[in-house]
C-alpha cells in the first residue's frame, strides 16, 4: 500500500496543507487501482466513501484558501469543484441502484479515469495556477 508521502513532485504545489490533501487523492486513485487490477472489491465502500469525504473537506479548504479580490479565476475554480462532487454524487447514487459487482467494477473504472484526468488538468493546470501568484491566495 502507498503512503501519503508518495505525491509525486510533479504534482507538488509547494503548499503543505494543500500538497497533503493531494496526497490523499493520489493514495485513492491507487487504491482504486489495487482494487481493479486485483478485483477485489472488498474495499469498494471505503474507496467511494473516500472519494466523497475528500472533496467535500478538501474543496472547503481550498476554496478558504481563495482570495476572490485579487483571483480572477475564483468562480469557474469554483464551478470545477461543483462539477466534481456532482460526479462524486452521481457515483455514489448509481451503487445505490445497483450493487453488482459489475456495477461496482464498472463505478471504479469511471472513477479511475476521473481522477486521472483531474489530476492532470485540475491539480496540476487550475490549482498551480492559483498557487503560482502569492496575491491569489491568502
Ligand atoms: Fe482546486
Known sequence: MNTLIDLPEEYRLGQDDIDLQHAVLYSLI???ESGLETNDQSNFEMILGSFVSYTYLHFRHEEGRMNQDSYSDYEMHLREHAN???????YS???KEDQSESAKKQVLTDMHHFLLDWLGNHINRIDRELFSKEAQYL
Do not use: W
Not at 466534481?84 to 452521481?90: G, I, L, M, P, T
Open 30 to 32: 491507487n487504491m482504486v
Open 84 to 90: 466534481f462532487e456532482d460526479r462524486a454524487k452521481h
Open 93 to 95: 447514487n448509481a451503487l
